[in-house]
């Protein structure tokens, strides 16, 4: 799955989505006061005005199974009083940062799926960048049993949710920064309760194709990950809620670059064997450190750094070693990692912010792994994965992507092939 903005939905989506989206409502014909379900010319009409921002989130078959609506056009929204806001918040409401928040449904089918994580993190980025302020209005049910209970959680971004009105009505502030409290690491073994959390914030950070159950390394990943659930660390706010996830696997490496694993795929095999060995690790691979889209800018990758090299001193370990993805590579996928490797900044140090932030902290630079990540899959597979189509063969930039991705419709295959920086941190024994 995948988040988007939609403006305007086609005729096709519109037809598609209004059985979901009445049977998403459907409890509250007989749960609330006020009529929620529209008709489907009313629908109708809502998809294809413009004023309404649509954040989708969309199937592996591209089918719109969740829907936020915002606007700072109130007067699009015909059960309030565009007045009210306009008084309280003039500075925003001349600014265009004033938004209203239409409705909020995720289809029956995936109540329990990352789509509510993934819109509310589209959501939170959209007003954080506008510094805005968001009203919204929830029915006596929908506090009780649906939505309202996850109120803090839609709108993380925010300073916090205070109440509006009597008729609770409510109103999220992102003008300021909010503050935090100390975070906490904890890992997955402490906390099995947060799986689905991190499942969700994974989805929301990185490519759909970078998450397929078992990519180019024909391991069950995340049931490799799970069996040790120890070296899976959690970044927790000072109110508990996910905020980072630092995943890791033990390793046995004799410190020499020659006999490093190829690349992120081979890092997780070469894991996969060494568990089933029972040997006794003295290094530590990070295969991923992830902070949520609304956390980030804060210190806090660094802090999930330190939390595996700490995790290695424990176990004794020698180094940590990590198959970057360089964050900025993906604005220039046509350029060779050894390329891009190559570009510094006047004052001598690498271009790319997150390699430059690991050199700075310690990190020795050990190579480039040219084939890390391999993702191979059908033409339909992939238009899923991306949301969108690859009506020939030859060679795409995609969403994400370090690499193009490369398209054969003859052989029905596509195939992407993704290079990384290896790195490694000493660890003071």
Not at 93 to 109: H, I, K, Q, R, S
Not at 232 to 258: F, I, K, M, N
Not at 323 to 335: A, S
Request: charge should be negative.
């Amino acid at each position: 799955m995948q988040s988007m903005m939609m403006p305007v939905l086609s005729h096709e989506t519109i037809e598609d989505l209004y059985p979901r989206y009445a049977g998403a409502w459907e409890v509250l014909l007989v749960e609330a006061a006020a009529r929620h379900v529209l008709s489907l010319e009313e629908f109708r009409d809502e998809m294809r005005d413009g004023r309404l921002e649509k954040h989708v989130v969309v199937d592996d078959d591209g089918r719109v199974v969740a829907m936020t609506t915002l606007t700072t056009e109130l007067d699009a929204i015909p059960w309030i009083n565009p007045t009210f806001y306009r008084l309280r918040f003039p500075a925003e409401a001349a600014a265009g940062t004033l938004f209203y928040l239409g409705y909020t449904f995720v289809d029956v089918e995936h109540r329990r799926s990352a789509a509510l994580s993934l819109m509310a993190g589209a959501v939170n980025r959209r007003l954080a960048k506008a510094h805005g302020v968001i009203g919204f209005d929830i029915c006596g049910w929908g506090m009780a049993r649906g939505i309202g209970r996850r109120i803090e959680r839609m709108f993380s971004g925010s300073v916090g949710v205070l109440p509006g009105d009597t008729q609770t009505y409510f109103v999220a502030d992102y003008r300021h920064s909010p503050a935090e409290g100390p975070f906490v690491i904890s890992s997955l073994a402490e906390r099995p309760d947060l799986v689905e959390d991190v499942r969700a914030l994974l989805a929301e950070q990185w490519p759909a194709y970078t998450l397929t159950e078992t990519g180019g390394h024909d391991v069950d990943l995340e049931g490799l990950l799970l069996s040790i659930p120890d070296h899976q660390l959690l970044l927790l706010d000072h109110e508990g809620a996910l905020c980072g996830v630092g995943l890791s696997l033990p390793l046995a490496w004799d410190g020499r670059t020659e006999s490093l694993p190829a690349g992120w795929d081979d890092a997780i095999r070469s894991g996969h064997r060494f568990l089933a060995s029972g040997g006794e690790p003295d290094t530590l691979c990070a295969l991923s450190v992830t902070v949520a889209a609304s956390r980030t800018g804060r210190g806090l990758a660094e802090q999930l750094m330190d939390a595996l090299k700490e995790s290695a001193a424990r176990f004794g370990g020698h180094s940590v070693i990590a198959p970057l993805r360089p964050t900025q590579k993906r604005h220039y996928p046509l350029i060779s990692m050894a390329d891009y490797v190559g570009w510094t900044r006047s004052d001598g140090q690498y271009l790319d912010p997150w390699l430059r932030l690991h050199v700075r902290r310690g990190a020795e630079v050990l190579g480039i792994a040219h084939e890390s990540m391999v993702v191979t899959g059908t033409v339909a597979e992939w238009e899923g994965w991306l949301g969108a189509p690859l009506p020939g063969s030859g060679e795409y930039v995609i969403e994400g992507g370090l690499s193009p991705l490369h398209v054969d419709h003859e052989a029905d295959i596509g195939r992407y092939v993704e290079a990384n920086i290896w790195l490694r941190y000493p660890i003071t024994r």
